[in-house]
């Protein structure tokens, strides 16, 4: 029998597994209403069961990269009963009526930040991937792709490692073969990497390369601006060679800035340091006296745009917070109206 160890099971898992009755599993492909799976049995396909999922509503909602419990059917699809705490995830508002998040990936140990170098390249893009990748528990590290297509980008290499302080930054070729070596230390048996970037930076392109052969179909992307449409179309996992695996998703783009509060604290490190030396604990670094941050900008020791990035991520953070409570408040005021007026029908009919 296959052991779920090589995917990453751990003991972290194996420790919520408390019924007999229900095998471990790990979710590898995610379709509208089916999944694909591995587990002890080999890759098979499950459903969610309805009671606990749709009924219950206790469960969350297995994304790829979960762990999850099944009922094991050898002559059909298998039904999963439970879905394992989760170490890491990824997450984006969920377009359904009244859910308020999607997870999109999870239980990956490190996040592969990627930008291409010719037109992609955004530094301000850097901190907000840098900032999610942080806050979702996982290691970031930078890619820098479509090096053969740049005579240098020792600039490119020098504000990617300021938006990101701390974090490893690589300039790869998945053309050339450029740099791969590089990410072999984050390639091991058992662990997880996920994919962050926008259309046309190379995600399928890095893939294959590291696959060694076509993993994922390449669309063709103009060489000149980078742009082209997303190849990924559904959330899946792929096995490498080498024993590590890859998350690849096209909803990567739509994550939102949720509770990022830790997230930004190790990406605007250097901001905070600052913060953390103001005369008042609650100092909003505009107009108070004995402001480390407004001293640190004047003297130069501290980019101004740098900072404008912390505010505005840290605006957008407290916007998505709020909208999201409205939203739940809303709901619940719906919920209450509609349970008056089912009961207000009852005591007619009565």
């Known amino acids: 029998m296959l052991s779920l160890n090589e995917y990453g099971f751990n003991s972290f898992f194996s420790e919520q597994v408390t019924e007999n009755r229900y095998r471990p599993a790990r979710v590898t492909a995610v379709h509208k209403e089916r999944y694909e799976i591995i587990c002890e049995h080999g890759n098979t396909h499950a459903r969610l069961k309805t009671a606990v999922y749709f009924l219950g509503g206790i469960e969350l909602f297995p994304t790829v990269g979960d762990f999850v419990l099944i009922q094991y059917n050898e002559s059909g699809d298998s039904i999963i009963a439970k879905t394992l705490r989760r170490k890491t995830y990824f997450s ?3 377009p ?6 999607q997870a ?4 990956f140990d490190t996040v592969f930040i990627m930008q291409s170098l010719n037109f992609d390249f955004n530094a301000k893009r850097l901190e907000r991937y840098a900032t999610l990748a ?10 820098l792709t479509k090096a053969d297509l740049m005579e240098s980008f020792d600039k490119q290499l020098m504000e990617a490692e300021t938006a ?3 974090v ?3 300039a790869v070729s998945a053309k050339t073969g450029y740099g791969l070596a590089l990410l072999s230390d984050y390639l091991k048996p058992g662990r997880t990497i996920v994919f962050l970037g926008s259309s046309g930076v190379g995600k399928s392109s890095l893939l294959n390369a590291l696959y060694g052969e076509e993993a994922m179909e390449v669309s063709d992307i103009r060489e000149d601006d980078s742009r082209g449409r997303h190849t990924t179309t559904r959330r899946q996992m792929v096995m490498l060679p080498c024993g590590a695996m890859i998350i690849d998703t096209p909803g990567m783009r739509e994550l939102g800035m949720w509770d990022v509060s830790s997230g930004l604290g190790e990406t605007f490190t250097d901001v905070e340091a600052y913060a953390s030396r103001c005369r008042f604990s609650d100092c909003r670094h505009e107009f108070e006296p004995g402001c480390a941050v407004k001293a640190a900008i004047e003297n130069g020791e501290l980019p101004a745009a740098r900072f404008k990035s912390y505010v505005k991520l840290k605006k957008e953070a407290k916007y998505s917070d709020n909208k999201s409570a409205a939203l739940r408040e809303r709901q619940h005021v719906h919920k209450a109206i509609a349970r008056q007026n089912r009961q207000h029908k009852r005591r007619k009919m009565i």
Do not use: F, L
């Open 134 to 143: 942080w806050q979702s528990g996982a290691q970031p590290v930078i890619i």
């Open 104 to 107: 999109v990936a999870a239980n």
């Open 164 to 166: 990101a302080p701390g």
């Open 92 to 94: 984006r508002r969920d």
């Open 168 to 170: 490893t930054v690589a």
């Open 96 to 101: 359904t009526p009244g859910r308020d998040e």
